[in-house]
């Protein structure tokens, strides 16, 4: 049986949501960026972000580093939207079929 820590799961990927609003917002260079980014689903940060990436060169926009650590970025960037979907899993449905048992988060309440 696995174990999570709903609230800690939940935080932690408020924080990853968090990260990704700046990170495409720092991508698109706009002084509005941060408007474009509000509200928008994990999803759309994460596809929006891929694209900017994928397209920067093509579009000549300013160097993104290292070919290598922009590839590392990018499988990063996947990597969160992955991981964000199996948050919802766990959050939302049953886990892919595994038995969850939900535990406290040590603070006594339910």
Known sequence: MRR????????????????LRAMIASLLGSP?????AAGQSVTWLVESALAVIDAN???GGPSLGDPQEVARF??????????YTKRNH??????????????GDGSGGA
């Open 57 to 59: 060169d093509d579009f």
């Open 90 to 103: 766990l959050i939302h449905e049953d886990a892919d079929g595994f038995e969850v048992e939900l535990v």
């Open 4 to 19: 999570y820590h709903l609230g800690a799961i939940a935080e932690a990927s408020a924080g990853v949501e968090f990260t």
């Open 74 to 83: 990018r499988a990063a960037i996947k990597l969160c939207g992955d991981l």
């Open 32 to 36: 509005r960026a941060n408007v474009v």
